[in-house]
Every structure is written in structure tokens, then in C-alpha cells.
């Protein structure tokens, strides 16, 4: 059974920083992309940054130039790297992943997701 473990949130200042990190655990034989996803009270989920195992990177306009994503495959892990972060930040952050997995006897392609992690920033 593949597991998403999510890191790194926490209470920080308008202007400050957080890194996010997410390790996947498994029987993962491949990792196609991953993400991190944000859904802040009384509003629907949405995507923050993705990555595909390629290096090619999306993200949401809202943190273009403040937030960064990477991937390290061979760990299985992704990291969100947060900068001057702002109070409409605030939100449970979401770690997901498409991987190929060995699941119920044979390799299978699923989309998995962490438990969330949450973000606030205040002063």
C-alpha cells in the first residue's frame, strides 16, 4: 500500500517561509509526477505546483515567483519551498502522487494523496 507523509507546515508571518517535503512509501516502481494541492476553509481544492518526473513544472499563478517545487525520484519525495508567503496562503496543503505501484498482485497506476499538512500565516 502506497502512503503519502507530508512535513513542514506550520504557523509563520506574512513575508516568511516554510518548506513542505512529502516521502512516499511503497512498493512504488515508478513515480509519474507529483503535487501539492491547497484547500483553505469554505473553498474547493486547488493545485499550488506540480512536477513530472521529467523536471516540468506547473503552478498556480497565485505563487508564481514565491513558491518552488522539486522532486527527488529517487527518494520518492517532493518538496514546496514557500516564500513570502502571504495570509491568503493559509490553507491544509495536500501532497499527491501518480505512481505505478505493486498493488493486489500486479504493478497498477493510481493517484495517491497524504493527509494534509496545515499552513497559517498571520501576524
Keep these: 500500500q502506497v502512503q503519502l ?10 513575508g516568511g517561509s516554510l518548506r513542505l517535503s ?22 474547493q481544492r486547488e493545485v499550488v505546483a506540480r512536477i513530472t518526473s521529467g ?11 514565491r513558491f518552488t517545487i522539486s522532486m527527488d525520484s529517487a527518494k ?3 518538496s514546496l519551498q ?12 495536500y501532497c499527491n502522487a501518480d505512481v505505478e505501484a ?7 497506476r493510481k493517484s495517491y494523496w497524504g493527509q494534509g499538512t496545515p499552513v497559517t500565516v498571520s501576524s
Excluded at 5 to 14: A, H, I
Design 76 to 78: 520518492n519525495s517532493v
Design 22 to 43: 512529502c516521502a512516499a512509501s511503497g512498493s512504488i516502481s515508478r513515480l509519474f509526477a507529483t503535487g501539492w494541492h491547497r484547500q483553505a476553509p469554505g473553498k
Design 82 to 93: 514557500m516564500n513570502s508567503l502571504k495570509p491568503e496562503d493559509t490553507a491544509v496543503y
Design 102 to 108: 505493486w498493488e493486489y498482485g500486479a504493478y497498477r
Design 5 to 14: 507523509v507530508e512535513s513542514g507546515g506550520g504557523l509563520v508571518q506574512p
Design 55 to 65: 523536471g516540468s513544472t506547473n503552478y498556480a499563478d497565485s505563487v508564481k515567483g
